[in-house]
């Protein structure tokens, strides 16, 4: 379940033989968290059918990126993170603009979880306040990846078999709770809410360099698990938005503190109040081992690619993250939007733009090698500026 990290990977078991399907997991686990659980409230705002079409489209637009990272690790010698390749195929400019991304992304996602974590565990023991339990998560992960331990793919293929049983227990003892009046509603005034939301959701390339140690010497499976592994949680959001937004809908979602709007918390209270409590668990659960993953992701950053040590790289990974929960700057909606849509956006413009310069500048062989892609990616860097113009606009504009 949980390994040292840089320790060779060895499986044994029904694992021995099934590295596709824990690099699989892997990335899923990655791309699957904290996002998840605030699509529905979105969409539920803006209009399921529209919101389900979004998730169609932004899903398949970060299936194209995750490949593209996918080729530029294979192309490069050695183990490196985001911010090794930028540097190393776009300049120091393009190591400063994406370590900025990064680390708006990797903060703002372990801020998500900080609060997520925190409202999940009141919804099921209501005692005390969501601090406190955000507080004793905290504690928990931070000593955990401190020691250098993170979730492996078992830990990840387990709960997301858990939470795709979650999902149809879901539809098949609540389907008689889904309205149709919820499925139908639009509001063009909440156009953008859930571009953001969806956005994060999709992210999920940081744990790419990760898949060639899952991988080893059969590295020309990477681009079977990155297909796979980042077309089943556009699967599962379709499912899962689907009945969270028809159970719950716009209304009952407006009623909710900013932090309960969180879908798993809404459940609990619309829904069977059992399905609701297990449903928490494996949110928390979920988180958690993200958790793990991002938190180890951002301590690699500082340690491998700008060579702090141990130390300062682990004061600067826990203590950005636990203060802004703890000034209460944010609500776990807001956190998710701002993120997905300026770190994401960022992020995935410079991954284009590596894609297109590790093609004449790589210094190994690839396992595989897809198209130049150039209207995708004109499409797609088009698509992100306008994102980020929207959200700097709401910034600095309509506060």
């Known amino acids: 379940m949980f390994k040292k990290r840089g320790q ?7 694992f021995a033989n099934k590295k596709l399907l824990i690099a699989i997991t892997t990335l899923m686990g990655t791309i699957i968290g904290a996002g998840m659980l605030g699509i529905p409230y979105v969409v539920a705002k803006a209009g399921l059918l529209y919101g389900l079409l979004l998730i169609i489209i932004l899903g398949l637009a970060f299936l194209f990126i995750n490949l593209f990272v996918g080729e530029i690790v294979l192309r490069t010698k050695g183990q490196h993170q985001l911010t090794g390749y930028a540097e190393k195929y776009l300049g120091p400019t393009g190591k400063r603009i994406v370590g ?38 905290f504690c928990l992960a931070a000593f955990i990846i401190s020691r250098g331990i993170k979730a492996t793919g078992k830990a990840e293929l387990y709960l997301i078999t858990l939470l795709i049983i979650v999902v149809i227990a879901l539809g098949l003892f609540s ?51 990155l ?32 932090n309960e709007r969180i879908a798993t918390i809404a459940l609990s209270i619309y829904s069977h109040p059992l399905l609701g409590i297990f449903a928490n668990l494996l949110a928390i659960l979920a988180m958690f081992t993200s ?27 826990f203590s950005i993250p636990l203060l802004i929960t703890l000034l209460n700057i944010t609500s776990f909606i807001s956190i998710l939007g701002l993120t997905g849509t300026l770190a994401g ?55």
């Not at 956005?199 to 990760?210: K, S, W």
């Open 8 to 14: 060779p990977k060895k499986y044994t078991g029904f």
């Open 100 to 137: 900025v991304s990064l680390f708006i992304s990797l903060y703002g996602a372990l801020t998500a979880y900080l609060i997520g974590e925190g409202a999940t565990m009141y919804a099921i023991f209501p005692v005390g306040s969501p601090i406190i339990y955000t507080i004793i998560f």
């Open 175 to 225: 389907y008689d709770k889904i309205k149709s009046n919820n499925l139908t509603t639009f509001n063009p005034l909440f156009l953008f809410l859930p571009y953001g939301v969806i956005l994060f959701a999709t992210l999920g390339f940081t744990a790419i360099p990760e898949l060639q140690e899952e991988l080893g010497k059969d590295k020309h499976l990477l681009k079977k698990a």
């Open 227 to 258: 297909i796979i592994g980042s077309i089943i949680p556009i699967l599962i959001y379709l499912v899962f938005t689907f009945i969270v937004v028809g159970i719950v809908g716009a209304e009952n979602f407006s009623v909710l503190t900013p």
């Open 291 to 317: 958790f793990l993953a991002l938190g180890t992701v951002l301590l690699d950053i500082y340690e491998l690619d700008f060579h702090l040590s141990k130390k300062y790289a682990l004061l600067l990974t």
């Open 345 to 399: 956006g960022l992020e995935g413009i410079i991954i284009i733009l590596m894609y297109h310069r590790a093609k004449k500048r790589s210094n190994r062989k690839p396992e595989y090698n897809l198209r130049h892609y150039n209207l995708l990616s004109y499409l797609l860097i088009v698509l992100f500026i306008l994102g980020i113009l929207y959200e700097a606009t709401k910034l600095f504009f309509l506060k």
